[in-house]
Nanobody, 125 residues
Framework: QVQLVESGGGLVQAGGSLRLSCAAS????????MGWFRQAPGKEREFVAG????????YYEDSVKGRFTISRDNAKNTVYLQMNSLKPEDTAVYYC??????????????????WGQGTQVTVSS
Protein backbone atom coordinates (compact mmCIF):
# COMPACT_ATOMS: atom_id res chain seq x y z
CA GLN A 1 0.00 0.00 0.00
CA VAL A 2 0.92 3.66 -0.29
CA GLN A 3 1.07 6.22 2.47
CA LEU A 4 0.81 9.92 1.64
CA VAL A 5 1.84 12.89 3.75
CA GLU A 6 1.10 16.47 2.72
CA SER A 7 2.97 19.53 3.89
CA GLY A 8 3.41 23.18 2.98
CA GLY A 9 0.05 24.64 3.84
CA GLY A 10 -0.37 27.84 5.78
CA LEU A 11 -1.80 31.32 5.91
CA VAL A 12 -0.97 33.76 3.13
CA GLN A 13 -2.31 37.03 1.81
CA ALA A 14 -4.14 37.26 -1.48
CA GLY A 15 -1.68 37.30 -4.34
CA GLY A 16 0.87 35.26 -2.44
CA SER A 17 2.27 31.82 -3.13
CA LEU A 18 2.60 28.45 -1.47
CA ARG A 19 4.12 25.17 -2.51
CA LEU A 20 2.52 22.00 -1.26
CA SER A 21 4.40 18.72 -1.10
CA CYS A 22 3.10 15.18 -0.98
CA ALA A 23 5.56 12.48 -0.03
CA ALA A 24 4.62 8.92 -0.92
CA SER A 25 5.97 5.83 0.77
CA UNK A 26 5.29 2.13 0.65
CA UNK A 27 4.54 0.32 -2.60
CA UNK A 28 4.92 3.38 -4.77
CA UNK A 29 5.65 1.29 -7.85
CA UNK A 30 1.93 0.60 -8.10
CA UNK A 31 0.96 4.27 -8.39
CA UNK A 32 -0.54 5.20 -11.74
CA UNK A 33 -1.79 8.71 -11.05
CA MET A 34 -1.55 11.29 -8.33
CA GLY A 35 -3.75 14.27 -7.76
CA TRP A 36 -4.51 17.22 -5.57
CA PHE A 37 -8.03 17.81 -4.33
CA ARG A 38 -9.44 20.46 -2.04
CA GLN A 39 -12.45 20.87 0.15
CA ALA A 40 -13.69 24.24 1.31
CA PRO A 41 -16.13 24.66 4.21
CA GLY A 42 -19.62 23.67 3.16
CA LYS A 43 -18.50 22.46 -0.25
CA GLU A 44 -17.81 19.12 -1.84
CA ARG A 45 -14.30 17.87 -2.39
CA GLU A 46 -13.12 18.92 -5.83
CA PHE A 47 -10.30 18.09 -8.19
CA VAL A 48 -7.55 20.69 -8.45
CA ALA A 49 -4.65 19.18 -10.38
CA GLY A 50 -3.44 15.76 -11.41
CA UNK A 51 -0.51 14.01 -13.01
CA UNK A 52 0.03 10.66 -14.67
CA UNK A 53 3.04 9.32 -12.83
CA UNK A 54 4.78 7.49 -15.66
CA UNK A 55 4.22 10.00 -18.44
CA UNK A 56 4.05 13.29 -16.57
CA UNK A 57 0.87 14.51 -18.24
CA UNK A 58 -0.79 17.18 -16.16
CA TYR A 59 -4.42 18.20 -15.75
CA TYR A 60 -6.03 21.18 -14.04
CA GLU A 61 -9.35 22.43 -12.88
CA ASP A 62 -10.30 25.53 -14.85
CA SER A 63 -10.17 27.98 -11.97
CA VAL A 64 -6.51 27.23 -11.21
CA LYS A 65 -5.13 27.06 -14.75
CA GLY A 66 -2.27 29.49 -15.17
CA ARG A 67 -1.87 29.88 -11.41
CA PHE A 68 -1.15 26.37 -10.12
CA THR A 69 1.44 23.90 -11.35
CA ILE A 70 1.65 20.23 -10.45
CA SER A 71 4.95 18.43 -10.79
CA ARG A 72 6.69 15.31 -9.58
CA ASP A 73 10.10 14.13 -8.48
CA ASN A 74 10.35 10.44 -9.29
CA ALA A 75 13.50 9.91 -7.25
CA LYS A 76 11.85 11.32 -4.13
CA ASN A 77 8.42 9.82 -4.78
CA THR A 78 7.01 13.27 -4.23
CA VAL A 79 4.41 15.36 -5.99
CA TYR A 80 4.21 19.14 -5.64
CA LEU A 81 1.59 21.78 -6.14
CA GLN A 82 2.97 25.25 -6.73
CA MET A 83 0.23 27.77 -6.07
CA ASN A 84 0.69 31.35 -7.25
CA SER A 85 -1.61 34.36 -7.29
CA LEU A 86 -3.66 32.87 -4.51
CA LYS A 87 -7.19 34.09 -3.97
CA PRO A 88 -9.43 33.91 -0.91
CA GLU A 89 -11.60 31.39 -2.75
CA ASP A 90 -8.61 29.03 -2.81
CA THR A 91 -9.00 28.61 0.94
CA ALA A 92 -9.54 24.93 1.65
CA VAL A 93 -8.03 21.78 3.01
CA TYR A 94 -5.84 20.35 0.28
CA TYR A 95 -5.47 16.60 -0.06
CA CYS A 96 -3.00 14.50 -1.97
CA UNK A 97 -4.34 11.29 -3.49
CA UNK A 98 -3.00 8.29 -5.38
CA UNK A 99 -4.67 6.00 -7.89
CA UNK A 100 -3.27 2.52 -7.40
CA UNK A 101 -5.49 0.60 -9.80
CA UNK A 102 -5.09 2.24 -13.19
CA UNK A 103 -8.67 1.26 -14.01
CA UNK A 104 -10.15 4.75 -13.98
CA UNK A 105 -9.33 7.55 -16.38
CA UNK A 106 -11.29 10.33 -14.74
CA UNK A 107 -10.28 12.76 -12.01
CA UNK A 108 -13.05 12.26 -9.50
CA UNK A 109 -11.97 11.91 -5.90
CA UNK A 110 -13.69 8.53 -5.68
CA UNK A 111 -11.29 7.21 -8.33
CA UNK A 112 -8.38 7.54 -5.90
CA UNK A 113 -7.86 4.93 -3.23
CA UNK A 114 -5.06 6.39 -1.10
CA TRP A 115 -5.26 9.75 0.64
CA GLY A 116 -3.14 11.98 2.80
CA GLN A 117 -4.35 13.67 5.94
CA GLY A 118 -4.77 17.06 4.30
CA THR A 119 -3.08 20.40 4.78
CA GLN A 120 -4.88 23.67 5.43
CA VAL A 121 -4.44 26.56 3.01
CA THR A 122 -5.93 29.87 4.10
CA VAL A 123 -5.79 32.95 1.89
CA SER A 124 -6.69 36.24 3.53
CA SER A 125 -7.97 39.33 1.76
Amino acid sequence: QVQLVESGGGLVQAGGSLRLSCAASGRTFSTYRMGWFRQAPGKEREFVAGIRWSYGNTYYEDSVKGRFTISRDNAKNTVYLQMNSLKPEDTAVYYCAADLTGYDDTWRWRDFGSWGQGTQVTVSS
